[in-house]
């Protein structure tokens, strides 16, 4: 898996002006999932780092998946980590799932 957090909150450190924040994670579980390795077991620690280090007052992020099994997956992942959950019940963190439409025109 690959991420730019690290580069994110580096560009959060040097904008203290910013009060919100939209991030869009793209998830396409059958690239970076390995066999074996459920979503489950993802840490997700560098994001919560993310959005507790900053002076942001409040984030806003977005899950894009390729379908809605995927995303449900990865929204029951989010929900298993106690610390993500914190900060959506401290209203720092808004989880928007943008699933892609499956009809056809």
Request: glycine share 2%; aromatic share 6%.
């Amino acid at each position: 898996m690959t991420t730019s957090i690290p580069a994110i909150a580096n560009l959060l450190k040097t904008s203290s002006s910013l009060k919100r924040v939209s991030l869009v994670l793209h998830c396409d579980l059958g690239y970076w999932e390995p066999p074996g390795c459920p979503i489950s077991l993802v840490n997700w620690a560098p994001l919560v780092c993310l959005f507790t280090e900053s002076s942001v007052s409040s984030f806003r992020l977005h899950i894009k998946t390729q379908d809605v099994v995927h995303c449900t997956e990865i929204l029951t992942s989010f929900a298993n980590c106690a610390e993500l959950m914190k900060l959506v019940d401290k209203g720092v963190l808004v989880i928007t799932p943008q699933i892609p439409s499956t009809s056809k025109h």
